[in-house]
């Protein structure tokens, strides 16, 4: 069972930033956190992880409370193109699993 | 080159019948899963195989079967389809277990 709680859905206006927060609260020493996003029906894709350190890439940054119980996915200049719906996921380092909650729908607007 | 890819994309088929869905794989990666998306768009994990050997296998019926013939290809063969089995299923692979999945684009399944 997924053990990340998101809000269904969020509106970000395009060129501004979006912030998608999830909580996590049950989350293990060393379990990491990852996002992914499924644009309309498209095969999921890899954002970004992190176990408790703020991390950032190409795609988004990750910020990881110091108590490690949620964390905000951070899309700084959102576009049209990351509409989709965004899944925080927590998970061993040795697991298989991933298990997907029901994610956050993040409509950006023009 | 598309990293993880599925055949066929799309599959419309009759109750009863069996059909099989293709994946392959071109990074290299040791770990191949399959995933099942229903209407509700929830994704669940079916299947994960390491080095060609089976090791997740959830609450799945028995008439889906994964044939891994070798480490870049897994194949899903499902008998006597049923209704119920209309979704999405997608392939994925990763290097060893722990690291990150990259998903194939998905074949959707239509059981008339």
């Known amino acids: 069972d997924a053990k990340t709680t998101q809000p269904p859905s969020m509106d970000c206006a395009e060129g501004r930033a979006a912030n998608l927060p999830c909580n996590h609260s049950?989350?293990?020493?060393?379990?990491?956190v990852y996002w992914y996003r499924q644009i309309h029906s498209q095969g999921p894709q890899y954002i970004i992880h992190?176990?408790?350190n703020n991390e950032t890439n190409e795609m988004a940054s990750l910020i990881i409370t110091e108590d490690r119980k949620s964390s905000t996915l951070i899309l700084p200049h959102a576009t049209l193109r990351d509409t989709a719906v965004y899944y925080c996921i927590v998970r061993e380092p040795t697991g298989n699993q991933f298990y997907f909650g029901t994610g956050t729908s993040l409509t950006v607007i023009p | 080159d598309t990293a993880v890819s599925q055949t066929p994309k799309y599959l419309v088929t009759q109750m009863g019948n069996d059909k099989s869905i293709k994946c392959e794989q071109n990074?290299?990666?040791?770990?191949m899963y399959w995933y099942k998306q229903d209407s509700k768009k929830f994704l669940k994990i079916m299947f994960s195989y390491n080095n060609k050997e089976l090791i997740i296998n959830e609450t799945v019926p028995n008439r889906f079967s994964p044939k891994s013939p070798d480490k870049a290809h897994l194949n899903l063969h499902i008998n006597s389809l049923e209704l119920g089995d209309s979704a999405v299923y997608f392939c994925a692979s990763s290097q060893d277990r722990g690291n990150i999945q990259y998903f194939g684009a998905g074949t959707r399944l239509s059981v008339l």
């Open positions: 990074l290299g990666h040791d770990t």
């Open positions: 049950t989350i293990s020493g060393n379990e990491y």
């Open positions: 992190g176990l408790k």
